[in-house]
């Protein structure tokens, strides 16, 4: 279950990351509190923290340091 978790995150984070400006423009709307706080352009910065983040909670869920208790 840990290696799924792994590939799903590292590599969903990745995807996220690399194809952030057509993922946003896919979506089709910015987001308010990205562009008010991160600045012009918060939007794409917003999806490539996002992307971080699935990586990283997927590196963490797979070495076992935190748990989703199942």
Avoid at 45 to 52: C, D, E, H, M
Wanted: glycine share 18%.
């Amino acid at each position: 279950m840990s290696f799924l978790f792994f590939v799903v995150g590292v590599f969903g984070g990745v995807l996220i990351i690399i194809y952030h400006k057509k993922l946003a423009e896919a979506i089709g709307f910015k987001i308010g509190w990205a562009e008010k706080y991160l600045g012009p352009g918060g939007t794409y910065t917003a999806y490539i923290i996002f992307g971080l983040a699935a990586i990283i909670l997927g590196l963490l869920l797979s070495f076992g340091v935190i748990s989703l208790g199942f």
